[in-house]
C-alpha cells in the first residue's frame, strides 16, 4: 500500500511518547529532589513541577493514541 503523506506516524507516536515521558520524568524528580534537598520550594517551582509532571503525562498518554490509531485512519 502506498503512503500519500511524508509523515511517519510511528516515530511521531514513539517521539511524542518520549517526550511525555520526559517531562513526567523531570517534573516528578526535580519535585522530589528539590524537596529531598532545600525542604519547602517557591510556589511557583512547585506550580512549574506540577505543570511539568501533567503536561508530560497528557503528551505521553495522548501521542500513541493520536498518531499510533487516529491519525492512520483518518489518512
Do not use: C
Request: hydrophobic residues 55%; without cysteine; aromatic residues 18%.
Amino acid at each position: 500500500m502506498e503512503r500519500y503523506s511524508g509523515r511517519d506516524y510511528p516515530e511521531l507516536a514513539k517521539a511524542g511518547f518520549f517526550l511525555g515521558l520526559a517531562l513526567f520524568v523531570v517534573g516528578t524528580g526535580s519535585e522530589l529532589i528539590g524537596h529531598a534537598m532545600f525542604g519547602s520550594l517557591p510556589q511557583w517551582e512547585n506550580t512549574l513541577f506540577f505543570a511539568l509532571t501533567i503536561v508530560g503525562f497528557a503528551i505521553g498518554f495522548a501521542s500513541p493514541f493520536l498518531f499510533g490509531i487516529i491519525m492512520p485512519l483518518v489518512e
